[in-house]
């Protein structure tokens, strides 16, 4: 092993402890410094890693050569695991990365490597792949093939494999009984059995092709010698993997359309090429041949990568051998079939394929996705991935939580995605004839008919048909072209050519996110099919009658894309200026011209809502008629004349009550947010009631004018943008609505929504008594309590929810209700948990209970303390009586630009107890860098940490089972994934990962105190709730930091379901904007918050018009 590096690898590198961890723990990165001088120096004395270093780095004196770098400045190599994406196979260590950084440990240079083994046993199952397969047409390579066909039959995602499948009209009898070696054709109509289909490229006509004049000849032998080469492997790869039929295109289907017969079979058989690849058995995918006379068995040539052998440590005296060689990404859109439109849908529709790419043979099926022999596959993250069948979507369990779009409620927002990133793939296609563009797609169409049928026209289902009206293309700079002869409707995506995209509805998981204008309905829409038996293919004409608001407007797209309206539409808009933004469809359009703009979906992003559509001209000699030239955006105030209008509205009924820009009443609102992210939004307009009356005719006056969105403000405190702000709407800000007072006997606390939870303790520490309530002192009442509540007294009082003993609260009607356990319990339980869904609380009454001094404050240790502390985390937290008196929170910072962990407690006993048992262990540990502990009450306590200060931040949650091993994992992933970024962010990134105790008690009182929404049981057990957050100033870091904290979120969550430690609750108020709190809650408790929400805002002002916070699954 030793002769494989130079001695100084040796040492320094392969023979070290912490090289091991690298290869053996699951978390572990590995570091050492070296020189390009001392690199070069050893490469040439045989060194097999440093001569990889060599041939991966740039040489000295090259324009790649950074400019920090000479040949001995200090370079910090930094060997990091790659992150696995789905579908990678095989599973294990087998790709690297690597990054080389100078100063300041900026990442100058980065490298990902490949590594395989001959052996997998021979590294103990850590290094999994084998060396790339390049010989396809070998006995092993059919055995191979055989095995993931048995293999697939158990798979619980694919489709069994059927002997008796329905055949199709015409198959080649590739092995004839009464013949062994010559092929024919055999009408199969009405039987039952097995095949394989081919999907292959034409690359020009073929001369051999069934037709009318041939067919009799064609049915007693086929003429080997005329068959091109890909039909010749193919029927070859049928007859060694022992099936007795083929089916191909050319020789299963007359080909000579003139012809009334033919054309009459072509059309029977596109009706039913659904059928086709549904029931092959496998489809033979020639993805390398660009020609139908190339061929696809030919031995590959190899990666051309150079290959590099290293030792690996195991233990002090356990080593194997990897091989190592840059990565060399295989694309599959560069395959010559990937270009093929027709083949788009065979191999979609395809319950497997076999794929003979251009470096080896690839299995594929709904399950996975393989290499021959072994050899590591890592999918493309920019091609389209395989999509699963729409039928396995929709039998998918309720925890996918497919939300419905607003359109169509009968289908799941995932599966129009689904449709829409499959127009999306294919039309980045390209076929041989222009009119084949529905065509070649109509196959798949028809098995989407269930779903989304029957209406199908010219590519756009008549049901969610809005989404799919708002096709575009990929840039305002680069135009589709137009076919010479018509193929569909100009506002179809398929009367022209390029690639579509739908920005609005693809990037984007909550379907409330973008929604049919409500002014826009179809009158009437119809297509004239060139053949009648063909729903989903060619069109001969069609035509579209709606009903929307139409603008008239000046476009000149080829200096500009601003979009000028010709008049004012209220005393709100300033008239004909810059508005809009738009985007031509084809270059002929590109010149000054008037257009009208059609109002066709609504976009309620909190930070940028828009009203979308298309642009419209006049068509020629069509007198009334309009065809589709691009599409547009603009502003909803300026499109609409909402929410302005509804402004002045509130302003005339509520007066000062009402601020809009740059006022300082509204400047006060904006800087009260805790999160930048929320201060940079900029609403119409803000109100701020100060009785339940004024709460009341606001919702009334928003309510009345149907789209016109706003947000409800309490302390302000959640990180994501449009949570309790928004731009181009109205903001309700409750800090109005502040009073605190109690009842006679001091059992009841009535607390105004807009309150926080100092302005409570302030109150209630007087008299001697608390109430289940947040943890710091600005945090507002309203939306911690709504979200569930994790208080100090969760132990002993559950949920701060729990403790709700009746809501006053504004109904979308405007209707001032109470919601108690005798009147209205289904909406006092939805309250419990159910977030801003239902109205807006104006007053929380809260259950009070005894409280007097307690004890408690602040704990700071070192960071080279974290296993002890996660020991006397875990042993606190997964105590079977745990005590109900404690309170505990154990946060890790790490400060990025100190680049230091720092360990912090938040530990309180509800009792004037000092140094109470339960925190023995924590408290034993040294050294104790601070320690503020000592007796104190609830006002003081909470208002330790101080104020605020406005910094963009984030927050991401789960629950874990209790596990010291666990806690430590996260902490390692969270610096492994910190440290591998190395960005430079002005100001720096503030890291902390939160765990706090929630032990099953806290679960029991839901039920004893009338129930809760969150789902939480004692049969849970004790559990970790994680708040991973972060905090920085410079917004250009934004997408970084989300990206990151969505990497660490995801490697902990597979980690802690690995060990059986993955609980389902997801904490609403700590949850990130793509996370889905509520859908954790349970069937039956979703089920009863949408009946709730339907029965109490029938007409949906709080899902559709409040477009922050976390709405209710669908």
Not at 699 to 718: D, E, S, Y
């Amino acid at each position: 092993m030793k002769t494989l590096v130079c001695g100084a690898c040796w040492t320094e590198v392969f023979n070290t402890e912490a090289i091991q961890k690298f290869w053996v723990q699951e978390s572990c990165d590995f570091c050492y410094t070296t020189t390009w001088a001392r690199i070069a120096q050893s490469a040439g004395n045989a060194c097999n890693w440093c001569g990889f270093l060599t041939s991966i780095l740039p040489s000295p004196g090259t324009p790649q050569w950074p400019h920090a770098w000479t040949t001995t400045t200090e370079l910090s190599v930094i060997m990091d695991k790659a992150y696995m994406v789905d579908n990678t196979s095989p599973r294990g260590l087998n790709q690297c990365q690597i990054d080389f950084c100078s100063e300041d440990f900026l990442r100058d240079w980065h490298v990902e490597l490949d590594l395989f083994v001959d052996d997998p046993d021979d590294s103990t199952g850590i290094v999994t792949a084998r060396p790339l397969q390049s010989r396809l047409n070998s006995a092993e390579a059919y055995s191979q093939i055989s095995q993931w066909l048995d293999q697939c039959e158990n798979h619980m995602d694919c489709d069994g494999v059927s002997l008796y499948a329905n055949l199709p009209s015409r198959l080649i009898e590739v092995a004839p009984a009464d013949s062994l070696s010559v092929p024919r054709l055999r009408s199969t109509t009405g039987l039952k059995g097995s095949y394989l289909a081919l999907s292959y490229c034409w690359g020009s006509s073929q001369s051999y092709v069934l037709t009318t004049k041939n067919l009799e000849v064609l049915t007693q032998e086929l003429q080997v010698k005329m068959l091109p080469q890909t039909v010749l492997d193919a029927i070859e790869v049928t007859r060694t993997l022992g099936f007795k039929y083929l089916w191909l295109d050319a020789l299963c289907i007359m080909q000579d359309s003139a012809e009334a017969v033919a054309r009459q079979d072509m059309d029977h058989e596109l009706a039913t090429m659904d059928q086709v690849y549904k029931n092959a058995t496998m489809t033979i995918v020639a993805a390398c041949a660009p020609s139908v006379t190339d061929g696809f068995l030919k031995d590959r040539p190899g990666s051309g990568q150079s290959r590099f052998d290293i030792p690996c440590r195991l233990g002090p005296e356990q080593f194997f051998v990897v091989h190592i060689q840059e990565h060399s990404m295989y694309d599959d859109m560069r395959e010559p079939i990937n270009t093929r439109a027709w083949a788009f849908q065979e191999e979609l529709l395809s319950p497997r394929l076999l794929i003979y790419a251009s470096h080896t043979l690839q299995w594929q099926c709904r399950t996975l996705t393989c290499n021959l022999g072994g050899s590591y596959h890592a999918p493309n993250p920019s091609a389209a991935p395989r999509l699963p069948s729409p039928q396995m979507l929709l039998l998918e369990g309720p925890e996918r939580n497919h939300r419905r779009d607003q359109l169509s409620p009968n289908i799941p927002h995932a599966i129009l995605q689904h449709w829409l990133r499959i127009v999306t793939s294919y039309s980045m296609r390209k076929s041989s004839l222009p009119s084949d563009k529905l065509s070649a797609l109509s196959g798949l169409a028809v098995s989407y008919a269930p779903i989304f049928g029957p209406e199908y026209l010219a590519g756009i289902w008549a049901r969610s048909a809005v989404q799919q009206l708002c096709w575009r293309g990929p840039d305002s700079r680069l135009f589709f072209t137009r076919p010479t002869q018509y193929r569909a409707p100009s506002w179809s995506w398929a009367a022209l050519d390029g690639p579509v995209y739908f920005p609005s509805f693809l990037q984007t998981y909550n379907a409330s996110v973008c929604v049919p204008y409500h002014r826009f309905e179809i009158v009437e829409w119809q297509t004239r099919l060139k053949a009648p038996n063909l729903p989903c293919g060619e069109v001969m004409a069609g035509k579209l009658i709606v009903t929307t608001v139409l603008r008239d407007a000046t476009f000149d797209p080829s200096s500009s894309p601003a979009i000028r309206f010709d008049t004012a539409l209220s005393y709100a808009d300033p008239g004909p200026i810059e508005t809009a933004q738009g985007n031509s469809d084809t270059a002929e359009d590109n010149f000054t011209r008037a257009v009208r703009c059609v109002a066709i979906y609504r976009s309620n992003r909190p930070e940028s809502p828009r009203i979308g559509g298309l642009l419209l001209v006049e068509s020629s000699g069509h007198n009334g008629l309009f065809r589709r030239m691009g599409s547009f955006t603009a502003n909803i105030s300026t499109f609409e004349g909402y929410p302005l209008d509804t402004c002045g509205e509130l302003a005339q009924l509520l007066g000062p009550k009402v601020s809009f820009a740059n006022s300082s009443a509204y400047l006060a609102t904006e800087r009260a947010y805790w999160s930048l992210q929320e201060a940079d939004l900029s609403p119409t307009c803000i109100v701020v009631p100060s009785t339940a009356e004024d709460v009341s005719t606001t919702v009334r006056t928003i309510a009345g004018n149907q789209g016109c969105p706003f947000a409800i403000k309490g302390g302000g405190h959640a990180p994501q943008a449009g949570s309790a702000n928004i731009d181009s709407g109205v903001t309700i800000d409750m800090t109005g609505l502040t009073s605190v007072t109690v009842n006679g006997n001091k059992t009841v606390a009535s607390v105004g929504a807009g309150a926080s939870w100092l302005d409570v303790y302030l109150y209630l520490d007087g008299l001697g008594i608390a109430v289940a309530g947040g943890r710091n002192a600005a945090v507002g009442v309203g939306g911690f309590t709504l979200g569930g509540g994790i208080s100090y007294f969760a132990p002993r009082e559950g949920w701060a929810c729990d403790n709700v003993v009746n809501f006053e609260i504004v109904l979308a009607s405007g209707a001032i209700v109470n919601a108690n356990a005798k009147v209205r319990p289904d909406l006092w339980r939805a309250l419990k948990g159910g977030s801003n869904n239902f109205g807006i609380v104006t007053r929380f009454d809260f259950e009070t209970f005894p409280q007097g001094a307690l004890w408690g404050g602040a704990l700071t240790q070192s960071i080279n303390s974290s296993d002890e502390v996660f020991e006397a985390f875990a042993n606190i937290a997964s105590a079977p009586q745990y005590d109900p008196y404690a309170s505990l929170v154990t946060g890790l910072t790490f400060n990025s630009t100190s680049q230091q962990w720092l360990i912090g407690h938040l530990a309180t006993y509800t009792k004037p107890v000092a140094d109470p048992p339960v925190f023995e262990g924590l408290l034993a540990i040294e050294p104790q860098l601070q320690n503020t502990l000592g007796f104190t009450n609830l006002s003081t306590l909470t208002n330790e940490p101080g104020l605020p200060v406005q910094l963009n931040s984030l927050f991401y949650t789960a629950t874990y089972g209790v596990s010291a091993t666990l806690l430590a994992k996260i902490l390692d992933i969270s610096n492994e994934t910190i440290y591998s970024t190395y960005p430079r962010v002005p100001g720096g990134i503030l890291w902390s990962l939160a765990f706090e105790p929630l032990p099953t008690q806290v679960t029991k009182f839901g039920p004893l105190k009338g129930g809760n929404s969150l789902g939480t049981t004692p049969g849970d057990g004790n559990g970790i709730v994680l708040l991973l957050s972060a905090f920085w100033a410079s917004t250009s870091a934004n997408a970084f930091v989300q990206q990151t904290a969505h990497r660490i979120m995801q490697k902990a969550n597979e980690t802690a379901r690995g060990m059986g430690m993955l609980h389902k609750f997801v904490y609403l108020n700590y949850a990130n904007q793509d996370q889905n709190p509520i859908s954790t809650y349970g069937r039956e408790n979703v089920a009863n918050l949408r009946a709730t929400a339907t029965k109490y805002d029938p007409r949906g002002i709080f899902q559709r018009q409040v477009p922050g916070g976390f709405k209710l699954p669908v």
